[in-house]
């Protein structure tokens, strides 16, 4: 039995469809920004490679209504969010994306189940469901302002903010100013610990090294453009294949910590894990092997984690 649209609703954007649709599968951004309205978003681990799985929490009056979805690519480029669990479990709302004299038409549309879509307050109308799918089209909408595809989203700076005054107090204990030696090391250092999570999942992805970029900006006082991030990037891979992930991140981890670094470093390399699409398997495994190096525990590193993430969404 063929499924039937519960609802639809369309939108002109003026900006090129590449752009429109890049933003649309931007769900760090989306988290980051929190550009939906009485809506907060966190991501769960995935369930398989490359899954990208949200926690939704929608305030509706004094209730929380949770979902959990999915966003995927459909046929021909389409963007699926797909409920896996939840009240809505079932139910997918598919966008289709089309240039039109320069501008770029969206047009997306509700697949719900016999209980029809639920909110905090029972099932949506079908008038209520358009406008949902209205008011969420005008969020993206709006979330486009300014929006760069591929930029690393969320306060970044403001998350490397807070480590600069260790940074400081410890290039003043190595006497790093008056040594280029001790302040090569510092930033070699920090940027591995950076550069060994971003590649964790095979390679490091442009808001990772966005964040690279930052760190060396913010923490070691120097500017690199891209060309040198990416060689940074592929000089970390080569080591991390000659000498195996498990005994990289164990010297790296050794000389932070010989420079006063440890804690900075592991947050720095938790930063790089959660700015493009949350905390996977891979990313974890490395923070942990790095944590441990360092003579952190488990609780530790939860801590240090929701640090960070409370960095990058400080209203969630």
């Known amino acids: 039995m063929p499924e039937l649209i519960?609802?639809?609703?369309?939108?002109?954007?003026?900006?090129?469809?590449?752009?429109?649709?890049?933003?649309?599968?931007?769900?760090?951004?989306?988290?980051?920004?929190?550009?939906?309205?009485?809506?907060?978003?966190?991501?769960?681990?995935?369930q398989a490679p490359g899954?990208?799985?949200?926690?939704?929490?929608?305030k509706v009056l004094t209730r929380t209504h949770v979902d959990v979805f999915v966003v995927e690519e459909g046929e021909a480029g389409a963007w699926v969010k797909r409920f896996v669990d939840g009240p809505n479990k079932?139910?997918?709302?598919?966008?289709?994306?089309?240039?039109e004299e320069g501008h770029t038409r969206v047009r997306v549309v509700a697949f719900v189940g016999p209980g029809g879509y639920q909110t905090g307050l029972g099932k949506l109308s079908q008038l209520?469901?358009?406008?949902?799918?209205?008011?969420?089209?005008?969020e993206h909408r709006r979330a486009l302002d300014g929006y760069e595809p591929g930029r690393a989203r969320g306060a970044v700076q403001a998350a490397l903010e807070p480590m600069r005054e260790a940074v400081l107090a410890a290039r003043l204990r190595q006497g790093a100013s008056a040594d280029p030696a001790k302040a090569r090391a510092?930033?070699?250092?920090l940027l591995e610990a950076a550069c060994v999570v971003a590649i964790s999942d095979g390679q490091a992805d442009a808001p990772e090294r966005d964040v690279i970029q930052e760190v060396a900006r913010s923490l070691c006082f120097i500017e690199l453009d891209h060309s040198a991030v990416d060689?940074?990037?592929?000089?970390?891979?080569a080591a991390v294949a000659t000498d195996g992930i498990e005994h990289r991140c164990a010297k790296v981890a050794a000389?932070?910590?010989?420079?006063?670094?440890?804690?900075?470093?592991?947050?720095?390399?938790?930063?790089?894990?959660?700015?493009?699409?949350?905390?996977?398997?891979?990313?974890?495994?490395?923070?942990?092997?790095?944590?441990?190096?360092?003579?952190?525990?488990?609780?530790?590193?939860?801590?240090?984690?929701?640090?960070?993430?409370?960095?990058?969404?400080?209203?969630?």
């Open 255 to 316: 000389r932070l910590a010989a420079l006063g670094l440890g804690d900075v470093g592991l947050r720095v390399a938790v930063l790089v894990a959660q700015v493009s699409h949350g905390l996977d398997a891979n990313e974890l495994a490395v923070l942990s092997l790095m944590a441990a190096a360092l003579g952190a525990d488990d609780q530790a590193l939860a801590d240090r984690i929701r640090e960070i993430d409370r960095a990058l969404a400080p209203h969630s």
């Open 90 to 99: 079932g139910a997918r709302l598919v966008a289709e994306l089309a240039e």
């Open 6 to 46: 519960a609802a639809s609703a369309t939108i002109l954007i003026d900006r090129p469809v590449d752009v429109v649709r890049a933003q649309l599968f931007d769900v760090d951004h989306a988290i980051r920004a929190r550009i939906h309205h009485d809506v907060s978003l966190r991501w769960l681990p995935p």
């Open 231 to 237: 060689r940074m990037v592929q000089n970390v891979a």
């Open 186 to 189: 510092m930033m070699t250092n």
């Open 51 to 58: 899954e990208r799985r949200v926690e939704q929490s929608t």
């Open 128 to 138: 209520g469901l358009e406008r949902m799918l209205q008011k969420l089209l005008e």
